[in-house]
């Protein structure tokens, strides 16, 4: 079994009145795709920030494993990248500008940082528009642009958050051919989706998660077998069923 590098026992985050993750227990190993699963507000941004430490569980703990001893989660920080949804670029800076100024925060030396950018670049025919001015970018353009700002302090593990979200056909392939280039290189990928089409595509493993739970881990093959479906899209459907159940028998009454 590869080594877990992300730890998260018995969580709860809850939000005034809201709760939006309810007794989470989940390990996340070296070198996987996995796939957070769910509809809009399951909880998948949720865990994404308790994560890398931008939110604190209301109860239980999200550790980091370092060699494998186990530490606070902000001591991951430097092992860690980060797509947001909201990209946050200077737009008077170029895209190389933005990408430097993250990596010299991590304290990367400037041609270790292009070298790795110019790299990913590539692969996402995206080289020739580095030293472009990010005002006035296309959502696919500021997209690429955080996705290399994440990568380039060589993270043990990198947390994406809808990272097609609102790309073009062209824009949205080359993403999921570089975060499944990163799996195949041994690399650790947390990828949030509602689609499930693209989970199936991208992830070794996926991680369902409604209303605030986890409702089912494992392999695409695995969940849909479990489930005696035919595909994906039946075995989600199956493991949220309850809850669908529980809300028409409400709405009825």
């Given at each position: 079994m590869p080594e877990v590098l992300l730890k998260v026992s018995e969580v709860t985050k809850s939000f005034s009145e809201v709760t939006a993750l309810s007794t989470v227990s989940v390990d996340f190993h070296a070198g996987e795709v996995v796939g957070l699963v769910g509809g809009n507000g399951a909880g998948k941004t949720t865990l994404l920030r308790l994560l890398c430490g931008l939110y604190q569980p209301t109860t239980g703990s999200v550790q980091g494993l370092v060699d494998s001893e186990a530490v606070d989660i902000h001591q991951m920080r430097e092992h860690v990248g980060v797509v947001p949804e909201a990209t946050g670029l200077y737009a008077r800076l170029t895209a190389w500008e933005n990408i430097r100024y993250h990596s010299r925060l991590n304290g990367i030396d400037d041609d270790m940082s292009w070298t790795r950018t110019e790299r990913f670049a590539k692969l996402l025919n995206f080289d020739q528009d580095l030293h472009r001015s990010t005002r006035g970018f296309s959502r696919g353009m500021r997209q690429k642009t955080a996705l290399l700002r994440a990568l380039s302090h060589g993270p043990?593990?990198?947390l994406l958050d809808e990272p097609t979200g609102g790309l073009?056909?062209?824009?949205?392939?080359m993403v999921r051919k570089l975060v499944r280039k990163l799996g195949d290189e041994g690399g650790t990928v947390i990828y949030s989706t509602h689609n499930l089409a693209e989970a199936e595509q991208v992830c070794d493993r996926i991680i369902i998660i409604h209303n605030g739970t986890i409702r089912a881990d494992g392999k695409p093959s695995e969940l849909i077998s479990d489930t005696d479906c035919e595909n994906l899209e039946e075995a989600y459907v199956a493991l949220s069923e309850d809850d669908a159940?529980?809300?028409?028998?409400e709405d009825e009454g």
């Open positions: 043990k593990i990198l073009d056909v062209t824009s949205a392939r159940r529980t809300e028409t028998t």
